[in-house]
């Protein structure tokens, strides 16, 4: 519904309602002002909130309601001001992809139509996205609607229109309570969900029983070929010898792909569950349940070995290059949709792992328009902003700042004029799908799939920004991390505020370079923190050739790097620079 404010409007709906066409007559050297208002799912008696009140009202009264909205979570500053507005539009999407069900459950979207379900595995990057600006609230209303929709046996799907089988689903719920929780210290909370996270485990424990049957085993013990909406090719099975087992021993049942993953056993859909396992541990610690803690060690060191020799055997089926990372246990070049997340969040493998590196140098090899392809369903001839985003969180645990500022930009490149993502983007319709077929003889390069805006893609924005300026590691907060030199040049400053950590409490800073050669660090940590590592965005050759803290001379630097020890309360750091 769209309510106009003009003298003569001369309205009508195109492409089945989602085009409005107006035509308004503008006299010679005259002007005109059409306001345009739409209202969102508002009830008959809620219309007089818009109609008849005059536009510039209810646009001074929306500014005001998001400036309160900003005013109670982090406030960041940098010279980038583009990246800034990123930030607080991407932001400001994820909390217009929400709206309330019928029985007032709090659901974030993934998009405003195609993808306007509740997808619990995407639950994930919203809540984890708005913990960390500071609306814990929000993310813990979502939250409660995700422990709803878990199924009797444990586990949490997809939508079923969508893309059942989707096993990462089960993992990204118990990650999304359990880090939400590092956020909030909130233990009532955690206990509430404990039981939701236990019963998640056991589904994968007894599902995991599935790819492990013998060959002796009744026909009718075996598990049903699970019925796929959207099959995309053929899975190799390679040849096995006598008592070899199948590669898919110890995973999951075979499940959607996703992505323009084949239909099978993806790594993306193990990794994910298997840091689902690790998450329900530390809960189950935190919570003083010793049992559970003992068989969940277990269940994730069996899982993880299973995963592991699966890659393993997946790796010698590569065909070109150096080892890398595989995407899916038979097809290992399939696209790279999800399998650094091996790396963030699951920490199966380190960042500097050298079959991570060699996926990286593969995916720079084949980037176009400053993003790797081969991330989903468009193959090669496509990229996906929202999905390299991650990628460039790799960039950043690999201390690249570099690699990392330049991914990001090149996703805000992507981008459209309303500061927004679609799903994938065609670069080269003239390359089939990843599924081997042709693109449309329609495909016009450089449009997009999916959804508009893409919630998944915001929440990453959000993440990844967030990360670059202070991220946890452990017990230690490091801050400036992925800000590459350029972005702060003499008599700039960069400054974050009221920012929630994992750490106990929140943390502010002002770095400032006031002139050449001297950079200051006022700092306010989270009560929690032990250690402080700081970043300081150093040009290649340069160094911290001396450092004071408050005052006082500090001798714990290395290169352009500075790390506090047991800090309490404010302090303020100065550094020389050569």
């Known amino acids: 519904m769209v309510l106009a404010e003009t003298e003569t409007p001369d309205f009508r709906a195109e492409t089945g309602g989602l085009t409005l066409v107006c035509r308004v007559s503008v006299p010679p050297k005259s002007s005109r002002v059409l306001w345009l208002k739409r209202p969102h799912d508002l009830s008959a008696s809620e219309k007089a909130l818009v109609v008849g009140v005059p536009g510039p009202r209810l646009l001074g009264q929306a500014v005001r309601s998001w400036q309160q909205l900003w005013g109670r979570g982090v406030r960041i500053d940098l010279p980038e001001t583009e990246v800034v507005d990123f930030f607080y539009s991407s932001l400001a999407y994820l909390f217009i992809l929400t709206e309330y069900d019928a029985r007032g459950d709090l659901w974030a979207l993934d998009g405003p139509t ?26 813990q209303q979502t939250i409660e609607h995700l422990l709803r929709v878990q199924q009797d046996d444990g586990r949490w799907d997809m939508p079923l229109l969508t893309s059942p089988m989707a096993w990462d689903s089960v993992g990204y719920g118990a990650a999304t309570v359990w880090e939400h929780y590092r956020f909030t210290r909130n233990r009532e909370q955690l206990q509430q969900a404990y039981p939701h996270l236990l ?135 399939a696209p790279v949709w999800g399998t650094l997340r091996a790396v963030v969040p699951a920490k199966l493998f380190s960042p500097t792992d050298p079959l991570v590196t060699d996926l990286l140098a593969r995916m720079e090899r084949s980037a176009r328009q400053g993003l790797p392809t081969n991330m989903g369903w468009l193959g090669h001839g496509g990229v996906w902003p929202g999905e390299s985003l991650e990628v460039a969180l790799t960039y950043l645990l690999r ?180």
Request: glycine share 8%.
């Open 199 to 333: 019963s998640a485990a056991r589904w994968i424990h007894y599902s995991r029983e599935e790819t492990q049957l013998p060959d002796e085993a009744p026909e009718a013990s075996k598990p049903m070929k699970p019925y796929l909406s959207y099959p995309c090719r053929e899975v190799p099975q390679p040849h096995l010898l006598p008592a070899e087992k199948p590669f898919s021993w110890g995973l999951l049942p075979m499940g959607y792909g996703d992505g323009g993953l084949p239909d099978d056993h993806a790594f993306t859909h193990n990794v994910m569950p298997l840091y689902g396992l690790e998450c329900t541990r530390q809960a189950a610690g935190e919570l003083g349940h010793s049992a559970d803690v003992e068989w969940l060690a277990k269940e994730y060191a069996d899982y993880r070995g299973a995963i592991l020799a699966s890659i393993r055997r997946a790796v010698k089926l590569e065909k070109e290059g150096e080892a890398y990372l595989p995407a899916a246990p038979t097809v290992p070049d």
């Open 114 to 139: 195609a993808y306007r379900h509740f997808w619990p595995r995407n639950e994930y990057y919203p809540a984890m996205a708005i913990d960390m600006a500071g609306y814990p609230e929000v993310a």
């Open 399 to 578: 201390g690249e700042a570099r690699k990392t500022a330049d991914l990001l930009i090149a996703a805000l490149n992507h981008s459209y004029s309303t500061k927004v993502w679609q799903e994938e983007m065609l670069v080269d319709k003239t390359l089939p799908t990843a599924c081997g077929k042709p693109n449309s003889p329609d495909a016009v390069n450089q449009t997009g799939t999916g959804d508009m805006p893409e919630g998944w893609a915001h929440a990453n924005l959000v993440i990844l920004v967030r990360n670059m300026l202070l991220r946890e590691e452990g017990k230690s907060l490091h801050l400036l991390w992925g800000i590459p030199p350029d972005w702060i040049r003499a008599g700039e400053s960069i400054s974050v505020e009221g920012a929630p950590t994992m750490l106990g409490g929140k943390v502010s800073y002002t770095l400032s370079y006031p002139v050449a050669g001297k950079m200051v660090l006022d700092l306010t940590p989270p009560a929690g923190s032990t250690e402080v590592v700081v970043h300081f965005p150093l040009n290649q050759g340069q160094e911290v050739t001396a450092a004071r803290v408050n005052g006082q001379p500090v001798s714990t630097v290395s290169g352009s790097t500075l790390t506090l020890t047991k800090i309490v309360g404010r302090v303020r750091v100065d550094i020389a620079i050569e």
